[in-house]
């Protein structure tokens, strides 16, 4: 691929993934501008929490005879891992060769970008006020014992179709949060966008290292979600600081004071948080933090 098609490459890639709504159809429109480049049969995309490195977006696709060759890519930007593609064929599809696979390498922090534009792209807005968090319990079979009324609620908020009944298959986006759950035998966290706000699922152990694993679902507290927003959003360490003084209820006087610059500065501060956020002011912004 050369510079000018790259680069053209690249922005019909972001322009995909700000458009999409949904991670199937994020997922559908990698696989489409892929294709030309790396003809597969189906994909599997998941995306991770940048600060835990759990999943937090997930959809597949695959061959209707079944997978039999894989072409792994890692979604990859300034260090930072963001999730991975994986590419697949079937059993009667030729497997991928050496020079798809350095294609592939070279193709991973495009796809990282078009992941983060997917979330931070579209505005920070307020999350489901009132709903109760809800609670599912996930047996050593890795399918669901039991779940409350909440739960099912917040379920359908990012695994349309979810499961409804005892001993149903575990969703994929939640395999890996109980996975990391029952391998460390800690609690873990995982902050999944929406397009109802941001939750927080936890997940922690029961019992033994085989035992049951508890998911907790509710909005994400401003606690949890500046520091993964902070990423997400790409804020700069003065615009980190900076919110954080208005989630306090501080004026923009008193925060320039603290940080030892005109107000004016923190202004031009605010406004590009406002930018990267797709909000109209310090009201929304807080709101928006404030699931």
Not at 185 to 206: D, F, K, N, Y
């Amino acid at each position: 691929m050369r510079a000018p098609e790259a680069q053209d490459f690249r922005r019909a890639l972001l322009c995909a993934a700000a458009a999409a709504s949904t991670v199937p159809e994020l997922a559908s429109a990698l696989s489409q501008r892929i294709e030309r480049y790396l003809p597969h049969d189906g994909y599997t995309l998941a995306g991770l929490d940048p600060l835990t490195g759990v999943g937090c977006l997930h959809h597949d696709s695959r061959p209707a005879e079944g997978a039999g060759h894989e072409m792994p890519i890692a979604l990859t930007h300034r260090g930072v891992v963001w999730g991975g593609l994986v590419l697949l064929r079937g059993w009667a599809s030729r497997p991928f060769t050496p020079a798809e696979t350095r294609h592939a390498e070279r193709l991973g922090d495009t796809l990282a970008l078009a992941l983060r534009q997917y979330v931070a792209g579209k505005p920070l807005r307020p999350g489901r006020r009132g709903l109760f968090p809800g609670v599912v319990v996930i047996g050593p079979d890795d399918t669901i014992k039991g779940m409350t009324e909440t739960a099912q609620t917040w379920l359908n908020e990012f695994v349309p179709g979810s499961p409804r009944s005892q001993d149903d298959a575990l969703p994929h986006l939640l395999w890996g949060i109980t996975y990391f759950t029952r391998r460390t035998h800690s609690i873990a966290l995982s902050r999944i966008p929406t397009c109802g706000g941001w939750v927080a699922v936890h997940a922690q152990p029961l019992g033994g290292p085989h035992g049951d694993i508890a998911l907790t679902f509710q909005s994400a507290p401003a606690s949890q979600l500046l520091p993964a927003i902070f990423v997400w959003y790409g804020f700069t360490p003065r615009e980190r600081a900076i919110v954080e003084y208005i989630l306090g209820g501080l004026s923009t006087k008193r925060i320039a004071r603290l940080l030892d610059m005109s107000p004016y500065t923190v202004s031009d501060h605010l406004r590009s948080v406002y930018r990267k956020t797709g909000t109209s002011g310090r009201e929304e912004l807080v709101a928006g933090l404030r699931q």
